[in-house]
């Protein structure tokens, strides 16, 4: 069975550093491309990330370009997001979801349960 | 960057109506849309891939349509549990995602 569980959401002041995990299990994590999805409270889902299999290759939103990173440990099964110099809007509800591919389709099959992320003085 | 319209942002419906939600797209994206539903508290779940093809358990009632920039998803006869968010995506730019604003669907 496909489970996605994240961790590490908090409170944290603006200009705050956290990081976020996800940890895999049930399929073989290094074959797919991972993502981070949140949620402001009361809003629609905003892709934030998202990492290759091997994580040779990132991508982000340009809302976060240059604060959040994207990486992970395919060794540990693991999927991490590091963010810095955080801001109130960056508070959010975040979300891993795994890449599912066909041929002409792109999508997110498996989604984790979430972690909340607070940024507030 | 490929913006996401979806309409309406909130329905009200009754138990077995046929409800139609509507995405538009910024530019042409193929048949690269997705629908997800969401209740709240919990993660979305995937309905629909591909713009018209159904995920692996998802009930008959729900189908997709559509190609280029405008998408619908259709919910034929509406069941008690089918009262959520929608919200649809666009995965034509490769690992660069966006989704629309989402369609509340409450009961009437």
């Known amino acids: 069975e496909v489970q996605l569980l994240e961790s590490g959401g908090n409170l944290v002041q603006p200009g705050g550093s956290l990081r976020l995990s996800c940890t895999a299990s049930g399929f073989t994590f290094s074959n797919y491309a991972m993502s981070w999805v949140r949620q402001a409270p009361g809003k629609g889902l905003e892709w934030v990330s998202a990492i290759s299999g091997s994580g040779a290759t990132t991508y982000y939103a340009d809302s976060v370009k240059g604060r959040l990173t994207i990486s992970r440990d395919n060794s540990k099964n693991t999927l991490y997001l590091q963010m810095n110099s955080l801001r109130a809007e960056d508070t959010a509800v975040y979300y891993c979801?795994?890449?599912?591919?066909?041929?002409?389709?792109?999508?997110?099959?498996?989604w984790g349960q979430g972690t909340m992320v607070t940024v507030t003085s | 960057d490929i913006q996401m319209t979806q309409s309406p942002s909130s329905l009200s419906a009754s138990v077995g109506d046929r409800v139609t939600i509507t995405c538009r797209a910024s530019?042409?994206?193929?048949?690269?849309l997705n629908w997800y539903q969401q209740k709240p508290g919990k993660a979305p779940k995937l309905l629909i891939y591909g713009a018209s093809t159904l995920q692996s358990g998802v009930p008959s009632r729900f189908s997709g349509s559509g190609s280029g920039t405008d998408f619908t998803l259709t919910i034929s006869s509406l069941q008690p549990e089918d009262f959520a968010t929608y919200h649809c995506?666009?995965?034509?730019?490769?690992?660069?995602?966006?989704f629309g604003q989402g369609t509340k669907l409450e009961i009437k």
């Open positions: 530019q042409s994206i193929s048949n690269y």
């Open positions: 995506q666009q995965s034509y730019s490769t690992l660069m995602y966006t």
């Open positions: 979801a795994r890449r599912f591919r066909e041929l002409t389709s792109d999508a997110f099959d498996f």
